[in-house]
């Protein structure tokens, strides 16, 4: 979880593979850590679209709360990048007997059909493309006359301390550990707020509202280990390393989060954005009298 993506290409081998399997195996524990911020955007659709598109959907744990939300009114949709991912999401779906539909396509650049949602949403999935201009503006030619875009995206590290802990506590025994690139597709590609406002103003969006919120999260303590060794920079290369290693490095990061223990819990606070947006009605051409 949490890394920073590649050019496309490299983005699709990424989460088609380790990355996209890993974020599958963890489903259970990821969508209860962010079930708050996935209430927040539930409660936004509440009232508003009828055709919801969910936009870097993952497994489908938002998706399929707005769908079941809809019911027979409306119908949500949801796209990733990830083949391992949205097979998981199509199987949530058919168990659930929740009526969603998932595309495995990038967003920045799939062939919606103009015109045809009412609302777009995304829970940390809008951080990651290539062309951040471009990839809204598809999403905005996909939406209708005054749709609503609504987003939840991480405001910087300094702010989500728990974030990067356990690659700033393995750095010193893993020289190779990816480094993260400011302001490069990722994690934290929208931690200034001008920034997203300048990309959705280029691309066409109008009525920008960005707020800072803070959101407390959960996850169990029993899976802290799975977690930091499985997602994220950390989990990208610690398969690589040899035993002695790999043990020094999770007993070194496993200290390094007791700060966030509490008893059978960890806890934390995700310091994100809550971003909105319109897609402006389409100039009338004038008529003659």
Avoid at 5 to 20: H, M, V, Y
Avoid at 41 to 69: F, H, M, N
Avoid at 197 to 208: D, T
Wanted: proline share 7%.
């Amino acid at each position: 979880m949490n890394v920073t993506r590649q050019p496309d290409n490299e983005q699709t081998t990424l989460w088609n593979g380790p990355a996209g399997r890993a974020w599958v195996e963890a489903q259970e524990v990821l969508d209860q850590m962010f079930k708050p911020l996935e209430d927040l955007l539930v409660e936004a659709v509440a009232g508003s679209g009828r055709q919801v598109l969910d936009v870097g959907c993952g497994t489908g744990s938002t998706t399929l709360a707005v769908a079941r939300l809809l019911g027979a009114k409306g119908r949500c949709t949801g796209i990733d990048i990830s083949e391992p991912m949205i097979t998981a999401a199509r199987a949530r779906a058919e168990r659930d007997g929740t009526p969603a539909s998932f595309i495995r396509a990038n967003a920045q650049n799939h062939a919606f059909e103009p015109a045809s949602f009412d609302m777009i949403i995304s829970r940390f999935g809008v951080m990651f493309f290539d062309d951040f201009a471009q990839a809204f503006a598809n999403l905005k030619r996909a939406a209708k006359d005054d749709a609503e875009l609504r987003f939840v995206a991480w405001r910087s590290p300094s702010e989500n301390p728990f974030m990067t802990t356990a690659e700033r506590a393995a750095a010193p025994l893993l020289p190779n550990l990816p480094a993260r690139r400011p302001d490069a597709p990722g994690q934290f590609a929208f931690a200034d707020q001008r920034r997203v406002h300048r990309i959705l103003e280029e691309s066409g969006w109008a009525g920008i509202d960005i707020r800072p919120i803070d959101v407390a999260c959960t996850l169990p303590e029993k899976e802290l280990i799975r977690y930091l060794t499985r997602l994220g920079p950390l989990g990208l290369i610690l398969h690589e390393v040899d035993d002695r290693t790999r043990t020094q490095v999770i007993e070194t990061v496993c200290a390094a989060f007791e700060p966030y223990v509490h008893g059978a819990e960890v806890r934390f606070n995700a310091a994100c954005w809550m971003v909105g947006a319109r897609a402006p009605s389409a100039p009338k051409e004038a008529t003659r009298t």
